[in-house]
């Protein structure tokens, strides 16, 4: 059975920095692409950012370029999502998602794979 298990979530003031953590288990993890999405309050889920299954090629969203990074640890069967410069709009649940030889893709229904999400709270 796949699971995808967040952590790391929690209430940081503007400016500062929070890393949140995937853990996959029931999969061959170095087959998948990984992915960050995330859903404000009131707001649709949206991609936040993605790397492929191999050659670590990565994709963001634009309104996280340049302050957030993701990356995975095969060994650890872990993906993460270093955030910096955090600001109120970035408050939201963050969930990961696993899709078999994908490419980091924005495109959130071809990911078939998904944690129950961890929140982050950033007060202003």
């Known amino acids: 059975q796949v699971q995808l298990v967040e952590s790391g979530g929690g209430l940081v003031q503007a400016g500062g920095s929070l890393r949140v953590s995937c853990a996959a288990s029931?999969?061959?993890?170095?087959?998948?692409?990984m992915a960050w999405f995330r859903q404000g309050p009131g707001k649709e889920r949206e991609f936040v950012a993605g790397?492929?299954?191999?050659?670590?090629?990565?994709n963001y969203a634009d309104s996280v370029k340049g302050r957030f990074t993701i990356s995975r640890d095969n060994a650890k069967n872990t993906v993460y999502l270093q955030m910096n410069s955090l600001t109120p709009e970035d408050t939201a649940v963050y969930y990961c998602?696993?899709?078999?030889?994908?490419?980091?893709?924005?495109?959130?229904?071809?990911?078939?794979?998904w944690g129950q999400g961890t929140q982050v709270t950033v007060s202003s």
């Open positions: 998602a696993a899709q078999q030889y994908g490419s980091g893709t924005s495109n959130e229904r071809a990911y078939n794979q």
């Open positions: 029931g999969l061959a993890f170095s087959n998948y692409a």
């Open positions: 790397i492929r299954w191999n050659v670590g090629w990565t």
